[in-house]
């Protein structure tokens, strides 16, 4: 199912005839990457930062040329912006804890959009609860993209965060960040960028985009679970509170009194995911070995024929009409509900996600409680994209 | 058989097409959903005198395991007592979890407790296949659950 401009992928070989179209949810992981992770155990294992011996060395030294691959490969200032962290939403969690108490006061306004990942709503909802803030929505227009116009007719001079998805999980939406960015800044206020769905899927640079705070996981672009991390502006993980206590974020503590350590490290309190940092650093070599304005072009290809495929069928409905999207189709079939079809694709072999994919608004909006999602990874082609459309008639005929 | 069609029997699929005591219930009706599949019911007990269920009827949306469950929840306890419609509530969902082996099984201990009949799960055994299935059992069990709790809320107050 995969061509040799990928490289191996063990899994996809061992499955050979499995289509794997669950890709927003996690991408399988090329051999290097495992490679990577096993031989960071086999050579260099020890804890970071704590003690002197040459094998500590190593390790911390694997741990931040990580950090520094993550700052090249997103276009940082410097790899002091770049906190590790488990993924995109502790992240989020963090920058929502961290910036609501350096930054706003009680009446504060903060937007996130109709088309959020719960991971970027609910840890602003509970600042927003916990201390007095407005938490206002950014609806979608009717073909899933977003207006300014309607940002516009949110905003106050209250309004001190704005959160938004790069890539909608659900529409495939690219939004046009750089845009939002300068609207934003304009009016005093920071953009945060939940970049989970795109900064595995072509060309991604936080200086370009505009954005203050930008967020993902190692494990949707090809690297492991339990690894993910946190861009700000190096001002801003200055000026922000910490997060979590524990080792390594603090300078000194006395019984009666505590400082901190400097960013990124204030904000990796305890022994951090050391193997995921250097599987991730590995999986961005992969990219870039690849090209990732090759990446993206394919996908844009693959993103336009699976739109041009799906509409056609029959009693199909694929939500978002997004002029820039991603190749990912959440659609529901009349008259079958999404897990009745995700267990019958899982015949054909065939793997998808099917429920409300953490974006109840966004599914409330919709009019949709549940739907089914395909989302494409570097492996998959056309032909994984007419497989899935055979597959979707048989299903109509089985539960009709 | 197939896995699949082990799942999707064609008494389930009839069922789910074609479902008994499916009726719009308006009104103040408690929602048994699981979140996460976006499956939704509303239930409404018909009684017969204190102690009897003339009807059950089912009202919501889901998936074909969801939905056919409820159609044969329907079925298997109108017409029942209270008691021995908490008994089948029990044995179904033991046999849905796959803690009983087929619906006819004497042996367990909930069983000779109540000295009734045996229990005739009928068109619930087409729903075996669901065991192979792990995340499918809350789908098959939702309606069951969702009785068990109204019988007991009932009972606790009075019926008409
Ligand atoms: C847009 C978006 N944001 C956030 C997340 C959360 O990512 P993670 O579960 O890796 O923290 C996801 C993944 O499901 C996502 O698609």
């Known amino acids: 199912m995969y061509t040799l401009k990928t490289g191996k992928f063990p899994l996809l070989e061992a499955n050979p005839n499995l289509v794997y179209l669950d890709n927003a949810s996690t991408t399988q992981k090329p051999d290097s990457v495992i490679r990577a992770i096993t031989e960071y155990y086999q050579t260099s294992n020890a804890n970071v930062h704590r003690s002197v011996y040459r094998l500590a060395e190593a390790s911390t030294r694997a741990f931040e040329d990580a950090r520094s691959r993550v700052a090249r490969f997103i276009g940082a200032f410097s790899s002091k912006e770049i906190v590790f962290t488990r993924g995109t939403t502790e992240a989020l969690n963090l920058i929502a804890h961290s910036m609501v108490r350096t930054f706003l006061d009680p009446g504060d306004v903060i937007i996130v959009t109709q088309m959020d990942h719960h991971s970027n709503i609910v840890p602003f909802w509970l600042a927003a609860q916990e201390r007095g803030y407005h938490l206002r929505f950014w609806p979608i227009n009717p073909n899933g993209e977003l207006d300014l116009e309607d940002l516009e007719s949110l905003w106050s001079d209250r309004v001190k965060i704005v959160a938004l998805p790069h890539v909608s999980n659900v529409l495939g939406t690219v939004n046009p960040v750089s845009s939002i960015a300068s609207f934003v800044h304009d009016r005093g206020a920071f953009l945060v960028l939940d970049a989970a769905q795109s900064a595995g899927h072509g060309p991604f640079d936080v200086s370009q985009l505009g954005c203050d705070v930008a967020a993902f996981s190692g494990h949707k672009m090809y690297g492991p679970m339990g690894i993910g991390v946190l861009w700000a502006k190096e001002e801003i993980l200055r000026a922000l509170v910490p997060f979590q206590g524990g080792g390594e974020m603090i300078d000194t503590v006395t019984e009666t009194s505590v400082t901190f350590n400097d960013p990124p490290y204030r904000f990796e309190a305890g022994t951090p995911n050391v193997e995921g940092a250097v599987g991730l650093a590995a999986a961005m070599d992969f990219l870039d070995s690849i090209d990732r304005k090759r990446i993206f072009a394919e996908e844009e290809e693959l993103a336009r024929y699976g739109v041009r495929i799906l509409s056609s069928i029959p009693d199909l409905t694929l939500y978002g009409k997004a002029a820039e999207r991603a190749p990912l189709f959440t659609f529901n079939l009349e008259g079958v509900h999404s897990h009745d079809l995700a267990q019958f694709l899982d015949s054909r072999y065939i793997a998808v996600r099917s429920g409300h994919h953490c974006a109840q608004p966004l599914l409330r909006r919709l009019g949709a409680s549940t739907a089914v999602r395909a989302s494409l990874g570097i492996y998959n082609t056309k032909k994984d994209i007419d497989r899935l459309a055979l597959a979707l008639e048989e299903a109509r005929r089985y539960f009709r | ?160």
């Open chain 2, 1 to 160: 058989m197939n896995e699949l069609d082990t799942l999707y029997q064609e008494l389930i699929l009839e069922h789910y097409k074609h479902p008994r005591n499916r009726e719009p219930l308006e009104g103040d009706f408690i929602t048994h959903e699981n979140p996460s599949c976006g499956d939704s019911l509303r239930l409404k007990i018909e009684w017969e005198g204190s102690d009897r269920i003339k009807r059950i009827v089912f009202d919501g949306h889901g998936c074909a395991i969801s939905i056919a469950s409820a159609s044969i929840m329907t079925e298997l306890l109108s017409g029942e007592t209270v008691q021995n419609a908490e008994r089948i509530c029990t044995k179904a969902i033991a046999f849905l979890r796959g803690e009983s082996k087929a619906s006819t099984d004497a042996g367990d201990s909930s069983d000779s407790r109540h000295s009734g009949d045996p229990v005739d799960l009928g068109d619930l055994q087409a729903l075996a296949g669901v065991r192979l299935f792990p995340l499918r059992v809350k789908c098959a069990t939702l309606a069951w659950h969702g009785i068990e709790k109204e019988l007991k809320a009932q009972g606790e107050v009075d019926r008409p």
